[in-house]
Structure formats: C-alpha cells, structure tokens
C-alpha cells in the first residue's frame, strides 16, 4: 500500500494533504524519514507522524441529519455550535465529506476514509448531491434554464445539473460541483432569496426515516455502493408535435445542428427543353428568359417567363439573310437589307507576280 494512501485510512488527512505531509519530512518509517511519494508500507512496519504512531482504523462512515444553526467546522472562535456537538466522543476524529452553512440543513457524511471524500467531493468522480431550495418569490422554467446553463460568480463559473420545480416557490437542484454558497449566489444574481435549502440526497443515499440531528453508520456494504453505483439519472421524454404535457423536467442540451439544404436559386428551376440561356454576364433570373436576338444562320425562337406562367414560343417576326443571297428575279447578287453582320471585304486585283530581281 502507498504511503499517502495509508496515512488516509489512519484519518491523517486526505490523499492530497498526505502528499504534502510527507514532502514535509514529517513521516518516518522504522526510524528513517520518507519523502518519497511512491514508498510501500508494510503490515509489519511502524509508521510515525509528527513523532506519534500512526494505524489503521476501522473504516467508519457516518450519515449526519445536520439542522439550521450548526457549523461545519471541530471548533468555532465565537463559541458557535458544530456539528460535533451532536456526535459522541468515539465520533470525533471524523473529517466531514463537503460543508453545508449554517442557515442550510440536511444530510452530510463523515468518515476516516479519504479516497471516500475523493469519491463524494471531486467533480470528476460523478456523486451528484441533490438540493431542495425554497425561495422568496414565484419560480418559471426560464430561471430553471439558466441555472443549467451558468453564470459567472465571485467563486468562479457556476452551473447545476439539473434541475425541475416542485411548485411555485419549490424547486430541486442537482449540482456535482461544490462552489462555496452555490446555489444561494446563483439564485441571489437571478433576483431570488434562498429562505430554506436543503440537501436531499448524496449519491444513491436519500434523506428518509432521519430526524434532525441524528446520525446513523453505514455498514460496509452500503459504502461500497459509493465506489460501484452511479445515481439514476431521469429519462428524459421527447414530446410528440402537439403534445404540451409538462413533467417538470426539462432537458436544456443543445438541440442538434441540422445540416444546411443547398441553396437553390428562383432561377435555378427546371428550363424548357431546348432552351439555351444567354452567355457571358450574370443576369437577373426575369432578364434570364427575355426576348433575345436571333443568332446568325440559325433559326431560333424567343421564350419569355413570367412568374406563374408557362413558357411560351414566338418565332422571330424579322428574317435572317446570308451575307451572299441571288435573287429569284434579277438573277443579281443582292446585299441583305438588315445588317447582320461586319460588311463582306471585297478580294484585292490579281496583278502579275514580282518576285526577286534578277541580274
């Protein structure tokens, strides 16, 4: 077994603050001082601290039904009362898993187990621990909303879990993360004042069939449901179009992004068949379908399309010619009437070849 790991079940303190300990040189073993982290004890060996021997104890986990007025604290500069005072004297060397304040009350665990509190307290370990808050004034799904989705506070980024109301002024808030007055600053910046607050639940242990201010000890099996069992989490329905029932929870994750169609222009309908659209420049889609010219040596015909309406066919009202067309009547070559196109260049005269002067 690792050193740190020893001190933790002797109730020296946490894994964290055995590291620390011993880094210190305040550890000795078998007479030698140990600052190496990743030293084993063995059964047989004797373990000092601060130059008292150290062992093992008997694992002992407690279940507190804290009530408003007491401290989370083994003593108090002005004489308040702890929680302590509700416990025997076999009870004291316990450490408490987390704090609640003094105006909050319910359930809080002790123990001489440190990889215990590690479990319950450290965000990534997953023991959620359920509150039940009544506040100053009526509640709405908008304020639920935004205690899932955060805020900034005095002690850092805050968020809950979930969360659903329980009436008007009652709600249920489930937190994994452990932010010194939480739920009171969060409910304090969204204009609301916490006027009871109450932890219902740590893990799969529920506050039931415990007074205020009785405690209780977990046998060992139940402790082992902390390391094995994650709470159950609620299902979270997906309502039919139409259906408005309201459970009380609701699910605030992102919707899912939903892939974008490709755009499709007005003018990017299906043409007629046999139609060209003009080249060369961008034109407007009714531009697109207008009257054009006829092109030169071929017959065409010109389409206009307007909205709601089915193309429609023309032919050209003015004739093509040839740049050379012989007249039925004359027998003559004649020059087209309209111009369409750059005017025929007549062939220079044929003169006699000139070629290099000979001597």
């Known amino acids: 077994m690792r ?15 055995a590291e620390e300990i011993i880094l210190g040189g305040r550890v000795s073993i078998n007479g030698h001082v140990i600052t190496e982290l990743a030293t084993q004890v063995q059964p047989e060996d004797k373990v000092v601290v601060d130059g008292s021997p150290v062992r093992t104890e008997t694992p002992v986990v407690l279940v507190l039904n804290k009530p408003k007025g007491y401290l989370c604290s083994r003593g108090d500069k002005q004489d308040r009362m702890t929680i302590y005072d509700l416990l025997p004297l076999k009870y004291q060397n316990l450490h408490h898993v987390g704090r609640l304040d003094k105006e909050s009350e319910g359930l809080i665990l002790l123990t001489n187990r440190g990889d215990l ?34 805020m900034m506070t005095e002690e850092g980024f805050a968020r809950a879990e979930r969360t659903w109301m329980d009436g008007d002024y009652r709600a249920h808030i489930v937190l994994k993360m452990g932010l010194k007055r939480q739920i009171r600053m969060m409910l304090y910046y969204l204009g609301y004042e916490v006027t009871r607050l109450t932890r219902v639940r740590i893990g799969w ?16 099996t139940e402790i082992e449901r902390f390391f094995k069992e994650e709470p159950a989490k609620p299902k979270l329905e997906r309502s039919k179009p139409g259906d408005e029932k309201d459970d009380g929870i609701e699910d605030h994750r992102p919707a899912a992004r939903k892939r974008a169609s490709p755009r499709v222009h007005e003018a990017e309908a299906r043409e007629p068949r046999g139609f060209k659209p003009t080249r060369g420049k961008k034109s407007s889609p009714t531009a697109r379908f207008s009257e054009e010219k006829p092109t030169r040596g071929k017959k065409s015909g010109s389409a206009s399309w307007s909205s709601g309406d089915k193309p429609s066919y023309s032919k050209p009202k003015s004739k093509t010619f040839s740049p050379r067309s012989r007249s039925s009547e004359t027998g003559r070559d004649e020059k087209p009437r309209g111009r369409s196109g750059p005017p025929a260049r007549r062939p220079a005269p044929r003169g006699p070849r000139r070629g290099p002067s000979s001597r």
Not at 205 to 220: D, I
């Open 3 to 17: 050193l740190n790991r020893y001190l933790s079940q002797c109730g020296v303190a946490s894994r964290r603050g």
């Open 205 to 220: 242990l529920k506050l039931h069939g415990l007074s205020k201010g009785a405690y209780k000890e977990l046998t060992p």
């Open 117 to 150: 509190s590690h479990r319950i307290i450290h965000p990534s370990q997953g023991a959620e621990k359920e509150y039940e808050v009544v506040v100053d004034q009526a509640l709405n799904q908008d304020v639920m909303a935004k205690l899932v989705k955060g």
